[in-house]
């Protein structure tokens, strides 16, 4: 049976790597990439799907432009890390161009989509949830339409990447990550801050993966170095959330979208954001 996705992304590495990964299933149909601001700005966000998509060779997938900005506050970077550009600042001078993108917006696609295929599509957001929010504000029934809601964002333990306490998806959006929490009252899986350090991978593999002898991990390999290079000393001298190694934070909801049986062991908890 097919698996039905939508995908709403700020198009950082570990984004890329995610979607790289559904991409890569034949029995998963991304019906749509929405993007949104997070890692870079919405219109890089998108110029990077598309680079995605090309090199996977998956140009029919539509893109759609989101929010560029949080819906109160200021706009976060995550720059240093992901580069300017949010895929690590490789230049690439035949990147398809921007008119590719479909002039309908994200918010308008997600519920279209969504009512298209009623309990059918499950979401996947590895981005700051501002298109979600608005989305479940314009359609409030939008939610138990949903076969399940994926989100990477938010933390348990206080342990921030951010801020001192904050995870960067939630801390780009506060207010978008409290409305999504609170009205997307369908079956909802997050794969947090912590979690994802505890599950981050191992720098053998990495190194491994990267060499491959492929057009798709010459594009990893090309758009992940910057990132690299920051992780430089935490992979040499640091110990952050257990242990060294990379956090490829994003594919870690997507696996679970991907295939459930991934998720060997999980929480059931009440969740909210603190706004004060």
Not at 46 to 54: A, E, F, M, V
Not at 192 to 208: I, Y
Request: hydrophobic share 40%; glycine share 6%; aromatic share 6%.
């Amino acid at each position: 049976m097919v698996k039905k996705l939508l995908v709403d992304v700020d198009a950082g590495v570990d984004d890329a790597q995610a979607i790289m990964m559904a991409l890569a299933v034949p029995d998963v149909k991304i019906l749509g990439i929405t993007c949104v601001h997070g890692n870079t700005s919405v219109e890089n966000v998108c110029k990077n799907i598309l680079r995605i998509l090309k090199v996977c060779d998956q140009m029919e997938i539509p893109v759609y432009r989101g929010a560029s900005k949080p819906l109160l506050g200021d706009v976060q970077s995550a720059s240093l890390f992901h580069g300017h550009d949010g895929l690590g600042d490789a230049p690439d001078p035949n990147a398809p161009g921007l008119e590719l993108v479909q002039e309908e917006g994200a918010v308008s696609a997600i519920i279209r989509i969504v009512n298209e295929h009623p309990g059918e599509v499950s979401l996947v957001s590895t981005a700051p949830l501002t298109n979600l929010a608005l989305a479940v504000r314009l359609d409030p029934t939008l939610p138990q339409k949903l076969k399940g809601l994926y989100i990477m964002g938010g933390n348990t333990d206080s342990r921030g990447n951010t801020t001192v306490c904050g995870e960067f998806n939630f801390v780009a959006d506060p207010e978008a990550a409290y409305i999504v929490l609170n009205d997307y009252l369908c079956p909802t899986y997050i794969a947090c801050w912590e979690f994802t350090c505890l599950s981050k991978l191992p720098w053998e593999f990495c190194d491994t993966w990267l060499a491959q002898d492929t057009d798709k991990a010459r594009f990893m390999k090309k758009i992940f170095q910057h990132s690299m290079n920051m992780c430089n000393n935490e992979r040499i001298e640091k110990e952050l959330v257990s242990g060294i190694g990379f956090i490829s934070c994003d594919s870690y909801a997507m696996a679970a979208a991907i295939n459930d049986t991934f998720i060997i062991e999980s929480e059931h908890k009440a969740v909210t954001v603190e706004l004060a």
